[in-house]
Structure formats: structure tokens, C-alpha cells
């Protein structure tokens, strides 16, 4: 047996952009940012930003292009992805992506416009949201944001 899944809670680093493959279906991107907090060896508290490309599929892509916004504080469960292809220079890219199952939006309306049960997340991410958003490491204010 094996598992692949990770949750992440952060915020975006850009708006969403959504496409559609040529069957129709909604593919969503955007980035997001968590942080970690430590204290280095003089003691002297320090913190380090790590960006996540997010990849969400179908109707959830749809609800994420509708109310999702940079600095949009969100839950994101799913799985990681590594994808390899050739440029346009024929080098070989490859990237790391987090394909999202469930979101969900942690902010209410004054952060990202729309209370959290429009993201159509499950119940269980719900709950694990709930406790994910108490931890102070994965607090990011717009500051962080680089852009």
C-alpha cells in the first residue's frame, strides 16, 4: 500500500487561471505560499516561504476561478504530481504540482470575497481545515507575497 497526499494552508500568490482541454473540462492553476518559522543558530527568529503549484480540476476548477483571489486564504488536500516535457527548445522541463480533490476557503468575506462553503469542499477537509487553521506557522500575511 502507499499514499500520496498533501494539505496544505496558504495563501495565493497570484490569481487563478482556468483553461479548458478540448473535451470541455475546466483545468485551474495558481500558486500558493506557506511558511515555516525557525529560530536559526544565533537564535534569531526567521521565517522561510515555500510556493506551491496548485492544479484543480472540473467544477471545483470553475468554483476556484469564480471567488478565488490573490491572498485568498485557502485549504488545499490532493495529491503530488511530477510532470517531465520538452520546451519549446526541446529541454526537458519538470515541475511539481499539487492536483487538488478538495479546497476550501478559510477567510470569510473581507478575505477573498465569499464564505467558505462555496468552495464545495468535503466534510472531512472541512474538519481538517478547522484544525489546520490554528497553526501559527502557516500565517502569511500579504507582505510575504512577493508580487
Known amino acids: ?44 527568529k526567521q521565517k522561510r516561504t515555500e510556493w506551491h503549484r496548485i492544479v484543480v480540476w472540473a467544477k471545483q476548477a470553475e468554483i476556484a476561478q469564480q471567488f478565488l483571489r490573490k491572498g485568498s486564504l485557502v485549504f488545499v ?13 526541446g529541454q526537458k522541463r519538470t515541475t511539481v504540482e499539487i492536483v487538488a480533490n478538495n479546497f476550501r476557503m478559510l477567510g470569510g468575506r473581507g478575505e477573498g470575497g465569499t464564505p467558505a462553503s462555496m468552495a464545495e469542499a468535503e466534510p472531512q477537509a472541512a474538519a481538517a481545515a478547522a484544525g489546520a487553521e490554528e497553526m501559527p506557522s502557516t500565517e502569511i500575511s500579504d507582505e510575504d507575497i512577493p508580487f
Open 77 to 89: 488536500e490532493g495529491r503530488i504530481q511530477t510532470r517531465q516535457w520538452d520546451d519549446r527548445e
Open 1 to 44: 500500500m502507499s499514499v500520496n497526499k498533501a494539505i496544505l494552508v496558504g495563501r495565493l500568490g497570484r490569481d487563478p487561471e482556468t483553461r479548458y482541454t478540448s473535451a470541455g473540462q475546466a483545468v485551474c492553476n495558481f500558486t500558493l505560499a506557506t511558511d515555516e518559522t525557525y529560530r536559526d543558530r544565533n537564535g534569531e
